[in-house]
Every structure is written in structure tokens, then in C-alpha cells.
């Protein structure tokens, strides 16, 4: 029974197809009869339904989709919101198509993930980067401050681009940072991927479009329980262009988007506006009472609180945890912890992540205490200083336009050889998905050593053309 069909049209309309008999003569070709093929492709594929043909009609009469973005919109506070399939990677996409022309400038956080770098590529954006201040007893990025915000608005950007909460939980001070910029009649794009919860609870801060923001994008299968890959954008049109956000979205997205990520972010909708306090509330009482846990059997301050940071930018509802302060790795407590069966949402050298959000019960924190406190116990060794994260810390050195760099004629050389090349890759750790070296830039000796030396701990390096890094894909000189 779905306490939230009556106030969530693309859920009941999902609902309803199943209750409903159907013979489809339409795509998909699995029809929802797979399982006669095969019954575990069947397990996979005949619980979907696609918008087009299963949530509403072939032709789309019956306005389901835009009647569950109008709601999302309201509760936002969007003029405009629209729901992706294809995630917050799509989502940033067509915002970013929506901003200028081929050649225009971004001021944009080094701290943004792969797919706004990616979306600058496809539209032609050049960015402005704008490095974080860090915190440097945990190496922790912290935010942008107004004085890098208005050094990178001198130079005339189209946009801001902001990735707020950071990956590790952080924020900048994003009224000051927004007033500024529209004082200067700049919109600004907020990539919340990972703070769909934020906004709903008077213990978490704001949402971007409450503190003034022209767009908010994000995942609602990170903080929330969406499908796989659903996300949202909200925004609104004095700064921005309400047809070309239209059709940056159109242009970058599927045409045939799949219902159930459809249905589950107007789900998510539905849930924050009706209980989204009373779960929220639930959730920060756990994480409270999960870290006090945890923390009464160390010495060493073992989370990010809310109170270590300047006007308590944090997000209290993440849970990072510093493994150097106990003298181990997040790598050695992620392998630990995946004998238990519990595996965790990042891990490097320094930290390890555990994404907490309101599906979980007292039940599953009290299952992660118990396989988490003797292992932080075995691991236990002398304190060292955090050596702050390689994607937090690199200056950029550019040497040619992304665009250029990403399109050049390009060759692959040997890591020793690779210091002093422009990198035609873009290349981060991931997770965060936070570039130490983008197409463009100069394979600094810093950034080579650094990125073996990550890998050599066991971080997964992404994006590179050879992901054992004894090779680098760079821009063709001469
Ligand atoms: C800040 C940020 N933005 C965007 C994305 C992409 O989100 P999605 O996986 O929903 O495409 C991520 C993914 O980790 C992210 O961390």
C-alpha cells in the first residue's frame, strides 16, 4: 500500500500500469514479458516501464510528467523543475548547455565532479577555476571564499558553478557567495548532487534555491531514495533562460526515459513534503547516536562535526570518518568492513565514507557500530597528520583550452616521460570524481607521483585512458 500515490502522479501512474492489463505493440521490446526468455532477465527487466507508452500515453496527453515537475518545482521554489534519468551527470549537462556560447567563460569550483567538466566540453564553456579554502588540520576543502568568488567574477564569467555540499560534507558560504555574483547580474548553478535532503529539516542547512540560487541540481538516489541515476533540476529564470534550459535539457537527455526513476524522484518528492522532517529527524538522531558510539571507545576525534567548521557548514547527516587520526587507512577500514558484508560509499588514505540516509534504521547503525568499533580497534596505530587529498590540493597549470585539449591529436607516453605533457585525460580518484589533472593542463612531477602513489593505496584512479598509470595519454606536441 503507497501512502503517497494519491500526492505523487508519476508514482500512481507507474502503479497503475502494473494494475492495469496491457498487451504493448511498443518499445520496450521486453514488452514486461521477459521472464517467458529468460527469468532472470525477466527478474531485470519486467518491472520497467518507460514514461512514453507506460506512465502516460505515446503522445504524453496525459501531462503526468509535467504535473510531477510542477509539484517539485513548487516545493523547491523553481520557476522550472525538471526530472533526469540520467542523473546528476545529465542534469549539470543541460543546465551547462543552457549558460553561453562556444568560448564563453565559467568561474567553477575545482571541487566540481567529472560531468561538469565533461558538459563544459560538449558546450564549448572555458573555466575559471576557483580552488578551495582548506581546512588544514583535516585537509578537508572547505568552500570558496568571497575574495576568490570575486577575483574569478573580474574576469566576466556567464556562470558560477558551485558544487555545494562538497563531497566530504562541507560548504561554502553560499549566501554571500550568490549575493555576490548577482550583484554582478552572474546566475549561479549549484550542483547539490549529494544534498537532495538539505532544506527539509531545521537541523540541515538551507537548499540552494532558498539561499537565492538560479539552479539547483541533484541526485535523488544519493542522500535520497531514488532509483539509480534519478535526478532533479530546479531553476529559476531571471538570470537564466527558461527555453534554453528546455532545450539544453532535450538536447542531452534520452528519448525514452525509463518510469521507475521517474516515478521514484516524484516519490522522493512526496516523501520530503509530507513526512520529509519526521525522517529527517529520525535519521540525524541515528547519526548522533552512531557516532557517539563509535567515538566513546577512541581518544582521537574519529568524525567531521558540524562544529569543527565556520558557521557550521556541514552536513550533519554525513558521515566522514578520519582514519589517519587513528593512525590507519580508509582503505584498511573499507576492506575490514567488507568481510562484514558492509561496504562503504568512498575510502583513501586519509578517510572513509558511509552514506547514511533515511531508508536506514536504528537496526543497520547499530550493525556498522558493532563490525566498525573492533576494527577501528585492531587497525588503531599513533595519529598521523592528514597529508591533504591530491584532488583537494592541485593548482592547475593550463596550457590549452579544455576543448582544444580534448579534441587535439593526442599519444601515449611513459609515466616518466609524462611530466611537463599536457594531459589530453581527464583524471581523478573516485570516488570524489574530483579532477587532479584536466585536458589542458600540465602533468605536473607532483601530480604523477601523487596519483601512483594514491593508486599504489589503493584508490581506484578514474577516467584514465590507462588506469595503471605506467602510461599517459597527452596532447601531441609540435
Ligand atoms: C558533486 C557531484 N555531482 C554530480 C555527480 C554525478 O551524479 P550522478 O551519479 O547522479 O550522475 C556526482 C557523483 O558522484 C557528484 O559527486
Known amino acids: 500500500m503507497s501512502q503517497l500515490r494519491d500526492s505523487a502522479p508519476l508514482l500512481d501512474a507507474y502503479l497503475s500500469y502494473f494494475e492495469s492489463k496491457h498487451t504493448p505493440f511498443t518499445i520496450p521490446g521486453h514488452k514486461q514479458q521477459a521472464a517467458r526468455l529468460d527469468q532472470g532477465l525477466g527478474q531485470v527487466v519486467d518491472v520497467d516501464t ?34 533526469s534519468t540520467g542523473g546528476s551527470t545529465h542534469a549539470n549537462q543541460a543546465v551547462i548547455f543552457a549558460l553561453g556560447k562556444p568560448g564563453d567563460k ?72 550568490i549575493e555576490l555574483a548577482h550583484r554582478h547580474q552572474t546566475p549561479v548553478i549549484v550542483d547539490a548532487a549529494w544534498g537532495a535532503h538539505f532544506g527539509f529539516h531545521p537541523m540541515l542547512p538551507p537548499h540552494a534555491m532558498q539561499l537565492g ?49 521517474l516515478a521514484s524522484i516524484d516519490g522522493c518528492r512526496a516523501l520530503l513534503e509530507t513526512r520529509g522532517e519526521e525522517l529527517l529527524d529520525a535519521l540525524l538522531v541515528n547519526i548522533a547516536r552512531f557516532k557517539a558510539q563509535v567515538q566513546a571507545e577512541f581518544a582521537a ?21 578520519h582514519a ?39 537496526v543497520e547503525f547499530d550493525m556498522v557500530a558493532a563490525a566498525l568499533i573492533p576494527i577501528l580497534k585492531q587497525l588503531q596505530a599513533e595519529s598521523r597528520p592528514s597529508a591533504t587529498a591530491l584532488s583537494w590540493s592541485v593548482v592547475p597549470e593550463i596550457a590549452l583550452s579544455l576543448r582544444d585539449a580534448y579534441f587535439a591529436e593526442t599519444t601515449t607516453v611513459d609515466r616518466a616521460q ?8 581527464l583524471i581523478a580518484p573516485y570516488p570524489p570524481g574530483v579532477a587532479v589533472v584536466a585536458p589542458g593542463e600540465i602533468l605536473t612531477q607532483r601530480i604523477v607521483d601523487g596519483l601512483s602513489e594514491s593508486r599504489a593505496a589503493g584508490v581506484r584512479i578514474a577516467y584514465a585512458t590507462d588506469p595503471s598509470l605506467a602510461t599517459y595519454r597527452v596532447v601531441k606536441s609540435g
Open 50 to 83: 518507460p514514461l512514453y507508452g507506460g506512465l502516460d500515453e505515446v503522445k504524453l496527453t496525459g501531462r503526468v510528467l509535467q504535473q510531477a515537475e510542477a509539484l517539485a518545482a513548487r516545493l523547491w521554489g523553481g520557476d522550472i523543475a525538471r526530472f
Open 301 to 321: 576525534q574519529v568524525f567531521s562535526n558540524a562544529r569543527d567548521f565556520a558557521d557550521r557548514r556541514f552536513d550533519p547527516a554525513k558521515l566522514v570518518l
Open 418 to 425: 609524462a611530466v611537463g605533457r599536457i594531459s589530453a585525460d
Open 213 to 261: 540560487a538560479d539552479a539547483l541540481v541533484t541526485s535523488m538516489h544519493k542522500a535520497m531514495p531514488g532509483y539509480s541515476a534519478s535526478a532533479l533540476l530546479v531553476a529559476r529564470t531571471a538570470y537564466l533562460d527558461a527555453d534554453r534550459l528546455e532545450h539544453g535539457f532535450e538536447t542531452t537527455h534520452t528519448t525514452s526515459p525509463a518510469g521507475a526513476p
Open 106 to 177: 565559467v568561474a567553477v569550483t575545482r571541487t566540481a565532479h567529472r560531468s561538469v567538466l565533461s558538459a563544459m566540453v560538449l558546450a564549448g564553456l572555458e573555466p575559471i577555476w576557483m580552488s578551495p579554502d582548506t581546512d588544514h588540520s583535516s585537509g578537508v576543502p572547505t568552500g570558496i571564499s568571497t575574495a576568490t568568488l570575486q577575483a574569478a567574477l573580474a574576469q566576466r564569467p556567464v556562470a558560477v558553478l558551485l558544487t555545494e555540499p562538497g563531497y566530504l560534507g562541507t560548504m561554502s558560504d553560499l549566501a554571500a557567495l
Open 324 to 362: 589517519n587520526a587513528l593512525g590507519t587507512t580508509g582503505i584498511a577500514i573499507e576492506q575490514a568492513l567488507l568481510e562484514h558484508g558492509i561496504r562503504i560509499e568512498m575510502a583513501d588514505q586519509d578517510t572513509a565514507i558511509l552514506l547514511a540516509t533515511i531508508a536506514d534504521s536504528a
